[in-house]
């Protein structure tokens, strides 16, 4: 098949071919496969990684600190990424902004196994978190607008699973070599792997047609996207599109996440793979989860199903918490329950915040509404680091308040308009 980008005098069609329909979704796929490899790495290496910077000063609850600085730290790199990069696609295209997005996260993240102390991996974690947030906006938007309305619950449930199969990856290359504070830069050097998918994406991916044809009504009314999402026409519809998108990755990253090094702590060296084990069954949930979100959302409804999610997840979050601990035999059934629950909102989420938002400001409408819950998130973050040091590394605890976040979905979705019957606007 051979595959050339669409001209910039395409007509105003709303579908490429479907051989190119096809090569889109690959590249997008991947590319989210690449950045879910770099949200699932230090969770999985970051007591590695702490035990060898730090050396003789180690102790869990100083490591537990570090562990939510990198996540913070990726969490708003990710942030300004999904707005700043998310923009990029309203301007140079999807396409092409995808590209730079993985190239991004690829060399920035790979630069870490050179690093000498904390404080520089820290500074290369915000940066590859720029190109991971920029990608989800960006191949959201370029997927939702090469598929027609018909398929896409399932092209959104595809792209859903990007990010937790490349989790997954991670999770699996940790129990084939495991990563210990001796052995830990060889993973983080895997990352490089995914530049070539950024390469294939700039050079040779189809552009939207959708976005071809705006571009001109573009020009002359959003010479500025961002100022006109915070517009009175779009504020409402930009502001809840933010708190949608912003509970999901405060759960995540609040709680969900703090299980992996949990299980690190409990599973010691006797197990070293144990959190890797972890990591897996989280991400195996994650995927099936991650696919189905967009069904269900078609299924019951947009708003019902958010509703639905949000008491699912507090209820499983909180049980594995108060009732269950790594290395009890409940454990890990509930961690893929969790996992698959939890991340039913991000299949949801590719699915229903591009009908948010009209096609000139789309890429930079999903960059903010799934981004912006980032800066809260890695305040979040930060926060539970605290109270991680506080409470001398009392990870069930951490876990437990966080997760109730999930609660306030119950109550949001309610002022969300039911996308449902109107899909993309134009």
Not at 14 to 37: E, H, S, Y
Request: glycine content about 14%; charged content about 10%.
């Amino acid at each position: 098949m051979t595959v050339a980008p669409v001209a910039a005098s395409a007509p105003a069609a709303v579908t490429l071919p479907p051989g190119q329909r096809v090569f889109v979704l690959v590249v997008a796929f991947l590319g989210l496969v690449g950045a879910g490899f770099q949200l699932g790495l230090m969770p999985l290496a970051a007591l590695s990684v702490s035990r060898d910077l730090l050396g003789a000063t180690f102790e869990h609850g100083l490591a537990g600190h570090w562990f939510a600085r990198y996540t913070a730290a990726m969490m708003l790199g990710a942030a300004f990424g999904g707005i700043f990069l998310g923009s990029l696609g309203d301007k140079i295209g999807r396409a092409r902004a995808t590209g730079v997005c993985v190239l991004c996260y690829s060399l920035f993240g790979a630069a870490g196994a050179l690093v000498k102390s904390q404080e520089q991996l820290l500074v290369l974690r915000f940066l590859a978190g720029l190109g991971v947030g920029g990608m989800w906006p960006n191949g959201v938007a370029l997927v939702s607008e090469c598929w027609s309305s018909a398929t896409r619950p399932m092209v959104a449930g595809v792209i859903g699973t990007g990010l937790n199969i490349g989790i997954l990856c991670v999770s699996q290359l940790g129990r084939v070599r495991t990563v210990t504070a001796e052995s830990w830069r060889w993973l983080v050097e895997l990352g490089a792997a995914s530049a070539v998918i950024g390469l294939v994406a700039l050079l040779v991916l189809p552009e939207s047609p959708r976005w071809l044809a705006t571009r001109g009504a573009q020009a002359a009314k959003s010479a500025a996207p961002i100022r006109e999402l915070f517009s009175p026409s779009l504020i409402r519809l930009t502001i809840i599109g933010i708190l949608l998108g912003a509970i999901p990755l405060i759960g995540a990253w609040g709680a969900s996440k703090w299980m992996i090094p949990w299980a690190d702590k409990l599973g010691g060296t006797e197990q070293a793979g144990y959190k890797a084990l972890t990591q897996g069954w989280w991400a195996a949930g994650a995927i099936i989860g991650s696919f189905f979100g967009s069904h269900l959302a078609h299924l019951l409804g947009r708003r019902v199903a958010y509703f639905a999610i949000s008491l699912g997840s507090v209820v499983l979050t909180s049980g594995i918490f108060l009732f269950s601990q790594p290395l009890n035999p409940s454990f890990l059934p509930l961690v893929f329950a969790q996992g698959l629950v939890t991340t039913l909102f991000f299949g949801w989420l590719p699915l229903c915040l591009p009908e948010l938002f009209p096609t000139r400001v789309r890429a930079t409408g999903t960059g903010i509404a799934y981004n912006s819950g980032r800066f809260a998130s890695a305040a979040g973050v930060l926060g539970a680091g605290v109270l991680m040091a506080w409470s001398g590394g009392d990870y069930a605890k951490v876990g437990l308040i966080s997760g109730l976040v999930y609660g306030l979905g119950m109550i949001v979705i309610w002022w969300a308009p039911d996308t449902g019957k109107r899909g993309l606007q134009e």
